[in-house]
């Protein structure tokens, strides 16, 4: 019984991109991945929890994805029903990806075109952007890659999701909403409880990436400087027992170093007794 519950195959009606598909179209096909969702699971009575919810979860977020479309489908046959604006032509839909905390949907959209330009309302009007991505999922890739590196932000987005946007994406993300950090901050009250003082402290390190070769070359005991009073051929006769080095790859610094800034924020709140009190807020910063 575990083996057939397991080897069950989804009810997956592929997309048809040459058509878009009708709101009875997709809704039908809802209709039938529920059922067939249904008796796949009164399938399962053998299956341990594990192994059912680890074999349901890709099912749902399927099931997710056809509400979506669903969704859009609907609002894009709204807009067909409208006359476009005085001036603009009608062009017939498009197909489209948009990657959504499911996963992603196609759907299709009507272009509205006049000389010079023109416009998808169902991308103007219920708010999707242009880079194929729903703000659901910007949201949470940003900040996500704030914590860590892209390519970890695209591992765990993949480990809870089952999928993620590149990590090119995800730095694209970054640096398009980094550009209201600005204003945001500028716009954003002072935190409750802060003090008089603020404090502002950066540093710039750079984080030691030598290879356990070169790190194995710099260990060991020290042999005695057979030039005393000349730096010059102190480093030369150093460099002898080490041999030539190895040239260095693109990116690759003589120092096997790469910087990283942080920056600390926070206040201080003066005493009764004239003492500085902290630190309040402290926010960190890196890059």
């Not at 059922?35 to 099912?59: G, I, M, N, R, Y």
């Not at 006359?83 to 498009?94: A, E, N, S, V």
């Not at 060991?220 to 006769?237: C, E, L, M, Y």
Request: glycine share 8%; net charge positive; aromatic share 8%.
């Amino acid at each position: 019984m575990e083996e057939a519950c397991l080897l069950t195959p989804p009810v997956e009606i592929p997309d048809n991109v040459a058509a878009a598909p009708t709101v009875e179209d997709v809704r039908a096909s809802i209709t039938q991945e529920v059922q067939a969702l249904v008796e796949w699971v009164l399938t399962c009575q053998s299956l341990t929890f594990f192994a059912f919810e680890t074999h349901l979860v890709p099912k749902v977020l399927a099931l997710e994805r056809r509400f979506i479309q669903l969704f859009l489908c609907m609002r894009e046959e709204q807009f067909q029903a409208t006359p476009p604006q005085p001036g603009y032509k009608q062009i017939d839909p498009k197909s489209r990806l948009l990657g959504t905390f499911f996963g992603k949907v196609r759907y299709w959209r009507t272009y509205f075109y006049r000389k010079g330009g023109g416009y998808y309302p169902l991308d103007v009007e219920p708010g999707l952007t242009g880079d194929g991505f729903s703000m659901l999922i910007q949201s949470l890739a940003t900040r996500i890659a704030t914590k860590m590196s892209y390519a970890q932000a695209v591992a765990v987005l993949t480990m809870f999701l089952h999928w993620s946007p590149a990590p090119d994406s995800i730095e694209s993300m970054v640096l398009g909403l980094g550009r209201h950090t600005g204003a945001w901050f500028e716009s954003a009250p002072a935190p409750e409880g802060h003090g008089e003082v603020l404090v502002l402290q950066i540093d710039s390190k750079a984080t030691p990436t030598a290879t356990e070769a070169e790190l194995e070359k710099r260990r060991g005991k020290r042999v005695p400087n057979p030039h005393p009073g000349s730096q010059r051929h102190r480093g030369r006769a150093a460099r002898q027992p080490r041999g030539s080095k190895k040239r260095h790859k693109k990116g690759d610094k003589a120092k096997n170093g790469k910087m990283a800034t942080i920056v600390v924020l926070y206040t201080l709140r003066k005493s009764a007794e004239g003492t500085l009190e902290g630190p309040l807020n402290k926010k960190v910063y890196a890059s």
